[in-house]
C-alpha cells in the first residue's frame, strides 16, 4: 500500500510549532522562519472560510520539509489525531481498504466518543476521580489552576477505549498496515494531547 497523504480536517496545524516535534523532525533554523512566515501569510488572509484557509496554511507550511520532514509530520498526525483519522480522512480509508459495513461501525463509536468526551470537558472537574485527582497532583501538585487536568485525564481514557473499540473492526492486515502508516512510536506533551481531542 502506498503512504497516505493528510489534508487537515483537525486542529493538528499547531503540531509543526511544538519544540519537540521540531526537533523529532530537525527543523532547521531556517525552516523554523519559513514556517513563522506561513503562519503570518495565512494570518493576513481575508475572505477565506476557516478550513480552506487551514488548508492553504498546512501545504505552505510543510512545503518548507524535506520529503524525509513531511514523512515523519505525517506518521505523528496519524498518532495524535489516533483512529478517529480513519473516519474524517479518505485517503486513510482508501490506504487501509475499509469496507462500508467497518466505515459504519467506526463512524458511530466516535460519534459516541464525542458526546462522552463532551461530557467530560463539562463536568469532568465535578465528578474528578481518586485516580483523576491523583494524576493532577502528580503532575500540577496541588495548583487549583490546573483544572483541566481532570476532564484531560477521562479523555485520555476515553480515547484509548475508543482507540481500542475502533481497533477490534480491523482486520490483522489493516491493523498491520494501520501501525506502519504511524511509524515509530512519539510521546506527545499533555496539553497536545488535549488539543488532538478538541477535533
Known amino acids: 500500500m502506498s503512504t497516505i497523504s493528510f489534508s487537515p480536517r483537525a486542529p493538528v ?17 531556517d525552516q523554523v522562519t519559513h514556517i513563522g512566515g506561513a503562519f503570518h501569510r495565512a494570518r493576513a488572509t481575508e475572505g477565506m472560510h476557516y478550513w480552506e484557509r487551514a488548508k492553504a496554511l498546512w501545504q505552505d507550511a510543510i512545503s518548507f520539509l524535506s520529503d524525509v520532514q513531511r514523512k515523519r509530520l505525517l506518521e505523528l498526525v496519524l ?6 483519522a480513519i473516519v474524517s480522512e479518505p485517503d486513510v480509508q482508501s490506504t487501509l481498504a ?19 468526551r463532551e461530557r467530560a470537558l463539562m463536568y469532568g472537574r465535578d465528578e474528578e476521580s481518586s485516580d483523576a485527582q491523583k494524576f493532577r497532583i502528580q503532575q500540577h ?9 481532570a476532564p484531560l485525564y477521562t479523555i485520555r481514557k476515553l480515547q484509548t477505549q475508543a482507540n481500542s473499540d475502533i481497533r477490534s473492526l480491523l482486520s490483522k492486515n ?17 496539553f497536545l494531547h488535549l488539543s488532538a481531542n478538541e477535533s
Open 98 to 116: 475499509v469496507t462500508p459495513e467497518q466505515l459504519t461501525g467506526i463512524h458511530s463509536r466516535v460519534e459516541q466518543f464525542l458526546m462522552d
Open 141 to 149: 501538585g496541588q495548583d487549583p489552576s490546573a483544572a483541566l487536568t
Open 174 to 190: 489493516q491493523l498491520a498496515e494501520w501501525e506502519r502508516q504511524k511509524g515509530n512510536p512519539f510521546s506527545f506533551r499533555d
Open 79 to 84: 498518532q495524535y489525531v489516533g483512529e478517529r
Open 13 to 29: 496545524i499547531h503540531l509543526i510549532l511544538d519544540d519537540s516535534v521540531r526537533a523529532e523532525l530537525g527543523v532547521s533554523p
